[in-house]
């Protein structure tokens, strides 16, 4: 017999000797045997208390009761004189676990992991746990695809009732993906197949994704791929008929055979509508369609398409629409067709809109955000609309709605979203490497969530040899409860552009202001500012002769107010992971006639992203800018565009593409360019990692002078870039490589940035 089949009949045999106690009343009850555990636990989980009369059945449930607490290896009831005696033997403790031979895990988490089938120091020692921890410790090995692991285990007895266990695990080594067989497949070739799926056999790149090692969830995956390709292109009938996996006796090779049927190719004979006309009418129905008589089946069309219906009910609070796609098969015929049945339901009101995860952020800062309100009708635009909006603050990393009805009701529901906080406050670095100053740094302090108010503050103190900087901005977004925002911007900046590629001079401003931001809608506002500054400017010998000109007429000390003017419009579906939508900014910065200059700039960006698939976007930028005098004076020098560097045309060095001075100086200009083409994926193996991404980039730009024109003056680069949305604020890393490198360009393939830059 097993033991642990004896040690379950011993509560049995001891219930079967408390029979032949004879009844008594228990004038007193005394507990023998304990070591640690206290004489008011056994107590309070004895059903029997001084006073009782104990008899056969309560004796039994007494045995029955202290065995359960698992407590105890062995139970006996005695009587003396009405004296209930309860004599124990408890299960020892674990004093220690020790874990040895492993590499692949950290030990903290595999102890974490047997602590949560019951195994940790200080517990009662359980052989069953132990044996679950042993299966939990093959199954943590098994999901890295290391099915030869071997375990032995060894528990040995200590002093005072005490156990120590020893693990020892050799790991072996990791079994691969030999081989891949796919059986019935005609349409689509096995290579076409075996490139959709996620697992395969090694390659060069399977030491990162680890996608030659088996798993059950993604083999899972994978079939769930094969059956949507098939499915999509016609193929209704198409089944899975059956998967063998098999592994070498020697546990280091995996063979995967998949068996499918693929059926004939379906067409679409015909589409009908069912649903009330007064709700949502017919043809408008008919306009959500994708799927049309004539047409190749696709799941995927048919999936949209009732999407798309649900969605349209939303929009007029009909949040449990019911939209299902009846299919009437002809297989003779190769034909299907599909009667869209509509059910509306009941139109739902928002009842409760609950908010969870903000630990830092403020309710009201969330809840302003919201275009949906309570006790109004649902609308699915409108709580998508409040998503993107929550999102875009940028203090959280993750953000999820949820619509949830309310039970006992079929017309209310209730929304919650649910938010994951992060860090809001960051220190922001820039830095570039270069053959004569080297590494360039560039940083500033920000909380962008003060209190969790939603306000934002910014100090920036940088004492670098290039510039020194300190600035303290302040923003208010909600400045009036309708959204318009104040802010107030405090600096004093020194500029020595002796160490940069532009012309060296020295200048030194200092200068505050005020902006107000209003909203035009949930995705548009305008900005307002006006600040006043005052420039010194020192020269130097090397400084251009327009530099000189320049101080010469106007003097090196000039004072100016200035006026701003900004426009926006974000559509973004996520500020956090982009991958459709649109950012447009419009910006003009004039000096008024009571400054010492007369000039004004204007700048546009468009930004444009676009999903060409599920895990790829292509991003396209353009960014357009000019500056011009007024009143018979120039622009301000220190006032030009500069182009190259990361933001513009990455692989040149930071602002040195455009006009030069006699010493190959950046002079910078009055008219500025910059095109920037970039495809968007996730880093291999991690498709479902929002924080890092890699991309594929062109950029081009160009600055014009007075008097420059034509494309002689564009510059050209292609790399690749990866960004990752670190804690310490975004990583961006690019190398380029310049496609047109002319005489005097100034090079730096390998730049990044650390964060936001000012």
């Known amino acids: 017999m097993k033991l642990k089949n004896l040690v379950g009949l011993i509560p049995l045999l001891y219930a079967a000797s408390a029979i032949a106690i004879e009844p008594f ?305 002809d297989k003779e015929k190769h034909q299907v067709g599909f009667t869209f049945v509509v059910d509306p339901g009941a139109r739902a009101y928002v009842r409760h809109i609950d908010i969870t995860g903000n630990t830092k952020t403020r309710d009201l800062v969330i809840r302003r955000e919201f275009r949906q309100m309570e006790s109004a009708w649902y609308s699915a635009s409108k709580v998508k609309t409040s998503k993107q909006k929550v999102d875009r603050l940028n203090f959280f990393s993750e953000v999820n709605v949820e619509t949830l009805p309310v039970p006992g009701t079929n017309d209310q529901l209730d929304v919650s979203l649910a938010v994951k906080e992060k860090a809001t406050g960051d220190f922001s670095v820039g830095a570039g490497v270069s053959s004569n100053v080297g590494v360039v740094f560039t940083g500033s302090i920000t909380q962008r969530n003060l209190f969790g108010t939603g306000n934002s503050i910014s100090t920036q103190i940088n004492t670098s040899k290039i510039n020194q900087v300190y600035s303290v901005t302040y923003t208010n977004p909600y400045y009036t409860d309708n959204g318009v925002s104040r802010g107030f911007d405090l600096y004093k900046r020194n500029v020595n552009s002796t160490y940069t590629a532009i012309s060296p001079y020295l200048s030194a401003t200092i200068g505050g202001g005020v902006r107000f931001g209003v909203p035009i809608s949930d995705f548009e506002n305008t900005h307002f500012g006006l600040s006043a500054e005052k420039t010194e400017l020192t020269l130097t010998d090397a400084s251009s002769l327009q530099m000189k000109e320049y101080v010469r007429v106007f003097g090196p000390s000039t004072s100016n107010l200035l006026t701003s003017v900004g426009w926006s419009h974000d559509s973004r579906d996520s500020a956090i992971y982009t991958t459709e939508g649109t950012i447009q900014r419009a910006f003009v910065e004039a000096a008024l006639p009571v400054s010492n200059q007369r000039f004004y700039k204007l700048t546009y960006q468009h930004q444009w992203f676009y999903p060409i698939s599920q895990n790829f976007t292509l991003m396209l930028n353009g960014e357009v800018g000019g500056a011009e005098g007024y009143s018979g004076k120039p622009v301000p020098f220190f006032k030009n565009f500069y182009a190259g560097g990361p933001g513009s045309v990455r692989g040149f060095k930071p602002f040195s593409i455009g006009p030069r001075d006699i010493n190959n100086n950046s002079l910078g200009g009055t008219r500025r360019i910059v095109g920037n083409a970039e495809l968007l994926f996730p880093m291999p193996g991690m498709n479902k990692e929002r924080s890092v991404r890699l991309s594929a980039f062109v950029d081009a730009g160009a600055v014009f002078g007075l008097g420059m024109t034509g494309s002689d003056s564009l510059r050209y680069s292609t790399g690749l870039a990866v960004t990752w949305v670190s804690p310490m604020g975004p990583l961006k890393i690019s190398i380029g490589v310049p496609l047109n490198k002319q005489a005097g360009d100034k090079l730096q393939p390998f730049q990044f940035t650390l964060g936001s830059l000012f």
């Open 25 to 329: 009343v228990v004038k007193d009850i005394r507990v023998e045997g304990i070591q640690r555990t206290e004489a008011g636990t056994v107590f309070s989980y004895l059903p029997v208390k001084v006073g009782d009369m104990l008899d056969d059945e309560h004796a039994a449930a007494a045995i029955r009761a202290l065995f359960a607490t698992g407590f105890f290896k062995d139970v006996r009831l005695e009587m003396q004189q009405g004296v209930l005696i309860v004599l124990v033997r408890e299960r020892p403790s674990i004093a220690s676990i020790e874990i040895n031979g492993v590499k692949d895990f950290p030990k903290d988490t595999l102890r974490d992991n047997l602590k949560s089938v019951g195994l940790a120091d200080g517990r009662i020692f359980d052989k069953s746990a132990l044996d679950k921890a042993e299966q939990e410790l093959k199954r943590q090995y098994v999901a890295r695809g290391k099915y030869g692991v071997k375990f032995t285990t060894t528990v040995t007895e200590l002093e005072r009732n005490r156990v120590a266990i020893i693990f020892n695990v050799v790991e072996g080594e990791t079994s691969k993906i030999r081989q891949i067989n796919i059986i019935g497949n005609q349409t689509f070739n096995e290579k076409k197949l075996k490139d959709l799926m996620q697992l395969g056999t090694p390659n060069w790149i399977s030491w990162f994704t680890k996608n030659d090692q088996y798993s059950k969830q993604k083999l899972s995956a994978d079939l769930e791929t094969l059956r949507s390709l098939y499915l999509d292109a016609g193929y209704l009938e198409f089944s899975i008929d059956s998967t063998q996996v098999s592994i070498t006796p020697d546990k280091e090779q995996i063979y995967i055979t998949i068996n499918i049927s693929e059926g004939a190719k379906y067409t679409v004979s015909e589409v009908k509508v069912s649903g009330p006309e007064n709700i949502l009418p017919h043809a408008e129905t008919r306009k959500l369609i994708k799927v049309q008589a004539g047409d190749v089946f696709s799941r995927k069309e048919l999936t949209d398409s009732t999407k798309k219906i649900g969605d349209r009910l939303g929009e007029d609070g009909y949040a449990f629409a019911n939209v299902n796609a009846v299919p009437d098969v």
